[in-house]
């Protein structure tokens, strides 16, 4: 238990900080170089992308994760705060959904070249890999349920209607992501959100095994 005290919360702390750090200063690329590659939209119209959205919900995650896991490194808590660490879940979900649609959608419809290129090497693949593994891993604080894991649903939702609103009924937004080809917007709606929930069952199961490995 003392390596584990010792070992985990550091890792934590560095994987924490690092997702922070990389996702700021990607972030302020799309207004200081006014967009990338794959991503044309600079300034505050960047906030548009689910990618940037996902990952600086995971960076403010991470963030708020920081001051709990010196606590740990110190000795004070030995577990992290049951509503801190959900919010780390479902956060990672997102940003595992980003990497799934860029592996899964994006990457053979765009380009993986493009997917992968600058900036977009970070949120697509870098940060949500500091998120995802920093929770399974090196992240206690309690086992995690598939009801509470359906939080992640939320995120996701919000983000598909409040994009199918602006593409289709208002249609001030262009189709970046190509989720209304062929009419089939519903169903590609509920498949996102459905992902989300696949994501956090995944990083979710992990995470528990991982849990009651330390446990014993």
Not at 39 to 65: E, P, Q, V, W
Not at 97 to 121: E, K, N
Not at 140 to 158: D, E, H, N, V, W
Not at 170 to 184: A, S
């Amino acid at each position: 238990m003392k390596n584990y005290n010792k070992i985990y919360p550091i890792l934590s702390l560095i994987f924490n900080i690092a997702n922070v750090l990389l996702v700021v200063t990607s972030i302020l690329w799309y207004f200081i170089g006014g967009g990338v590659t794959s991503h044309s939209l600079g300034g505050m119209k960047s906030f548009r992308y689910f990618t940037n959205d996902s990952n600086i919900l995971s960076a403010l995650c991470s963030l708020i994760m920081i001051p709990f896991i010196i606590r740990q490194i110190f000795g004070k808590d030995e577990k992290i705060p049951s509503f801190v660490l959900t919010c780390k879940a479902v956060a990672s979900a997102e940003v595992m959904l980003t990497m799934i649609v860029v592996l899964f959608f994006l990457g053979p419809t765009q380009g993986y070249d493009v997917m992968y290129d600058g900036v977009c090497l970070a949120l697509h693949l870098i940060c949500p890999l500091l998120s995802i593994i920093s929770f399974c891993f090196f992240e206690r604080g309690s086992l995690f349920t598939k009801r509470r894991l359906a939080l992640s649903m939320i995120p996701a939702a919000i983000y598909a209607t409040f994009y199918l609103v602006n593409v289709v009924l208002i249609g001030c937004w262009r189709d970046f992501y190509g989720f209304n080809i062929k009419g089939l917007r519903v169903i590609i709606y509920i498949v996102i959100i459905l992902a989300a929930y696949v994501s956090a069952l995944i990083i979710g199961a992990i995470h528990n095994a991982v849990e009651k490995s330390k446990a014993i």
